[in-house]
Each structure stands twice: as structure tokens, then as C-alpha cells.
């Protein structure tokens, strides 16, 4: 028998007011795979991304069906599957972590919010993303960017989530900084079993993080598949447009 998919979404239309931002998208993510999104600007990328989380900006609602772990979010706060069922590393944590929070304490709300525990295992999750624990007692300002990401992806991974949704995690960072990271999240995900939606607009690290590929342009799918196959032979001239630039962009 399949085992639930951790991500089922089934026509969903996202909008803002009268405006529809995305539409018809279906997608399901099956335990431990990993999906990546990509699309031209403004193609409802991270409104995708925000929604699987349950975490849809305000002003905006959404229609159809998004079952996460099996709960159905649309028409709920998504708190229900917050935690251990999906957790979402965004851009910048620097917006995401509390800035007069020590990274110790920071780390330590969601496990007891989400698990009940008293003491939190604080330096494993440090250990887990190769930070020391001397770490716990800094404020996110005393960090890089890259040890503040580290420090966001310890935090969403730390109730082992079955998903995790990760909206360019690297974009605000140097290219080996960026490589280390996805190392790490990569190490992670397969000691935890947890599947990724993992929005990019960068094909090598699809190519390097993600099975599979779901490409909107426009607030619609206009193509998904096997990673592999689909940057070979893209079907749609917005892959294909994205599969140009990509090469362009490669030094030679
Ligand atoms: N809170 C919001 N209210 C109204 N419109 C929004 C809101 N958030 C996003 N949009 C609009 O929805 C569309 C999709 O936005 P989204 O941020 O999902 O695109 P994206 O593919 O992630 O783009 P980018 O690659 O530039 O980040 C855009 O036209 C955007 O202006």
C-alpha cells in the first residue's frame, strides 16, 4: 500500500481579491521526494511555496485542496500540520529570526511549542548544521548570513518535519556559502527522511538538489517531470527559455 503523500494539492486557485495569482496547480509530493519549483518572476513560485506551508500572505486566500500529511489546509490557519508535518525556510532569516532572541532560545520555542519538552537538545541541533554551540548564546545581528540560514534550517528541521519548504534559501548568499548550505540541508534531509519543495531559479542547484520539477509561468504548470529529462528536453518554451539562460550563464 502507498503511504499518504506528504503534499497532496488538487486544483488549487490562489488570489488576491478578484485577482488570480495561481491556478488549476496540482501537485503531490510523495514521503522523502524531492521537488523543486521554478519559473520566470512573478510565475506564483513562492505563493506555491507559501501555501503548501499553510503560511499564505495575508490578503491572499486560496481554493481547492492542499492536504499536508493528510490535513487539509485551505480554509484553516495551517497551524495543525505547522511543526511536524511542514516547516518553510524562507530567503533571508534575518526577517524570520527574532532579533533580540539568543539563537539558543530561538531554537529551543519550536520544540517545546511542537514536541511538549522542557529541556531542548539546543547543541545537537547546532551540531546537525555544523555550528558550535557557543552559537546558542548569540543574537541572529552577531551571525553571517550563511550561519543564519544554517541556524533557520536547524530550526525548521529540528521537529522533523515530513516536509519541508524551502523558498531560495541561498539567494542571499555567496556561491560557496550558498554550495554549503545545500550540502548540509541535503545531509539533513536524508538523516531525517524529510521530502523538500524547494523554490529556485537557479537549474544547477535544481539539477543537484531535486528528483522532480514542477515549472509555472503565468500562475499555471506548464510542465513537470523527472528533473533530469525535463532540463534535457523541455516541452515548453518557458523551460526551454529558463534551460537557455541557464546555459548562457555557465563560464566557459
Ligand atoms: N500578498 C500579495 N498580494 C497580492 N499579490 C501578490 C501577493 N504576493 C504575490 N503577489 C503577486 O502574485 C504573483 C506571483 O507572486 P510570487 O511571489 O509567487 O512570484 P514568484 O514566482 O515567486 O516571483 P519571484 O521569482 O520574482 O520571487 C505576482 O504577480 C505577485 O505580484
Redesign the pocket.
Known amino acids: 500500500m502507498m503511504s499518504t503523500p506528504v503534499a497532496d494539492v488538487r486544483d488549487v486557485r490562489?488570489a488576491?481579491g478578484d485577482?488570480t495569482?495561481?491556478d488549476g496547480l496540482t501537485l503531490t509530493v510523495g514521503a522523502g521526494e524531492r521537488w523543486g519549483i521554478v519559473?520566470?518572476?512573478?510565475?506564483?513560485?513562492?505563493?506555491?511555496?507559501?501555501a503548501v506551508a499553510g503560511l499564505l500572505?495575508?490578503?491572499?486566500t486560496a481554493t481547492g485542496s492542499i492536504r499536508v500529511d493528510g490535513t487539509e489546509l485551505v480554509g484553516t490557519s495551517g497551524t495543525a500540520v505547522r511543526g511536524r508535518g511542514v516547516a518553510l525556510v524562507a530567503q533571508d532569516s534575518a526577517v524570520a529570526l527574532h532579533p533580540l532572541l539568543t539563537i539558543g532560545r530561538q531554537l529551543a520555542l519550536p520544540l517545546r511549542r511542537h514536541q511538549g519538552l522542557d529541556r531542548s537538545p539546543v547543541d545537537e541541533l547546532l551540531a546537525a548544521v555544523d555550528l558550535p554551540p557557543e552559537l546558542a548564546r548569540a543574537r541572529p545581528a552577531q551571525l553571517s548570513g550563511g550561519q543564519r540560514q544554517r541556524v533557520a534550517l536547524a530550526g525548521a528541521l529540528a521537529c522533523r518535519p515530513r516536509l519541508l519548504v524551502a523558498?531560495?534559501p541561498t539567494a542571499a548568499l555567496d556561491p560557496p556559502v550558498a554550495r554549503a548550505l545545500l550540502d548540509r540541508l541535503d545531509r539533513s534531509l536524508t538523516a531525517t527522511g524529510t521530502a523538500l519543495l524547494l523554490?529556485t531559479?537557479d537549474l544547477g542547484v535544481l539539477a543537484a538538489v531535486c528528483e522532480r520539477v514542477v515549472v509555472?509561468a503565468g500562475?499555471r504548470v506548464v510542465e513537470s517531470g523527472p528533473v533530469p529529462e525535463v532540463l534535457a528536453a523541455p516541452q515548453h518554451e518557458v523551460t526551454r527559455a529558463l534551460v537557455d539562460a541557464a546555459q548562457l550563464s555557465v563560464p566557459t
Open positions: 490562489i488576491a485577482t495569482l495561481v519559473g520566470p518572476s512573478g510565475a506564483g513560485k513562492s505563493l506555491t511555496a507559501a500572505p495575508p490578503g491572499t523558498d531560495e523554490v531559479h509555472l500562475g
